[in-house]
């Protein structure tokens, strides 16, 4: 891939040189009200990126996303997994093949998390910058009478 796409912060600081239109702002639906429980199936470090995904993403994901979702942390899992497993082994030719292994899962999770919009190029195609999708977590709290903000302790 030779020029990959620019996230549209960059485009817009840069002055959009190419002139090309900037994709326009998405119209964000209701957010879910809370986390969707997590597929029994996840393990420990699957269960918390399903909870991290949610609570992240909440301006953007809705119910269709949940099988993306689910694919993600399944592959956190697997590449859990594997980091464990080469951890431990002796043989420096097999620890060589986990460690190729783990490579392409962490290849693999990128390109799901990417189609989820958890990158910055990823929103930028959604028409959503960080600092926009903040302002629309805000808004959308003070709308259903929710705060953003986690409760001081």
Same mark, same amino acid.
């Given at each position: 891939?030779?020029?990959?796409?620019?996230?549209? +912060?960059?485009?817009?600081? +840069? #002055?959009?040189?190419?002139?090309?239109?900037?994709?326009?702002?998405? &119209? /964000?639906?209701?957010?879910?009200?809370?986390?969707?429980?997590?597929?029994?199936?996840?393990?420990?470090? #699957?269960?918390?990126?399903?909870? *991290?995904?949610? +609570?992240? #993403?909440?301006?953007?994901? #809705? @119910?269709?996303? =949940?099988?993306?979702?689910?694919?993600?942390?399944?592959?956190?899992?697997?590449? $859990? %997994?594997?980091?464990?497993?080469?951890? *431990?082994?002796?043989?420096? =030719?097999?620890?060589?093949?986990?460690?190729?292994? /783990?490579?392409?899962? =962490?290849? &693999?999770?990128?390109?799901? $998390?990417?189609?989820?919009?958890?990158?910055?190029?990823?929103?930028?195609?959604?028409?959503? /910058? /960080? &600092? *926009?999708? &903040? =302002?629309?977590?805000?808004?959308?709290?003070?709308?259903?009478?929710?705060? %953003?903000?986690? @409760? %001081?302790?």
């Amino acid at each position: 891939m030779p020029n990959p796409p620019k996230p549209l +912060e960059v485009r817009v600081k +840069e #002055g959009n040189p190419g002139k090309r239109p900037l994709p326009r702002l998405v &119209a /964000v639906g209701p957010a879910p009200i809370r986390v969707p429980a997590a597929p029994s199936s996840l393990k420990q470090s #699957g269960k918390r990126t399903w909870k *991290q995904m949610w +609570e992240n #993403g909440r301006a953007w994901l #809705g @119910p269709s996303d =949940e099988i993306v979702v689910r694919l993600a942390c399944e592959q956190v899992d697997e590449l $859990v %997994s594997l980091r464990r497993s080469a951890a *431990q082994l002796k043989h420096p =030719e097999l620890r060589l093949r986990y460690l190729r292994a /783990v490579q392409e899962s =962490e290849k &693999a999770l990128l390109q799901t $998390v990417s189609a989820l919009g958890f990158t910055p190029t990823a929103r930028a195609k959604l028409g959503l /910058v /960080v &600092a *926009q999708a &903040a =302002e629309t977590q805000t808004r959308l709290g003070r709308f259903t009478g929710r705060s %953003s903000r986690p @409760p %001081s302790a």
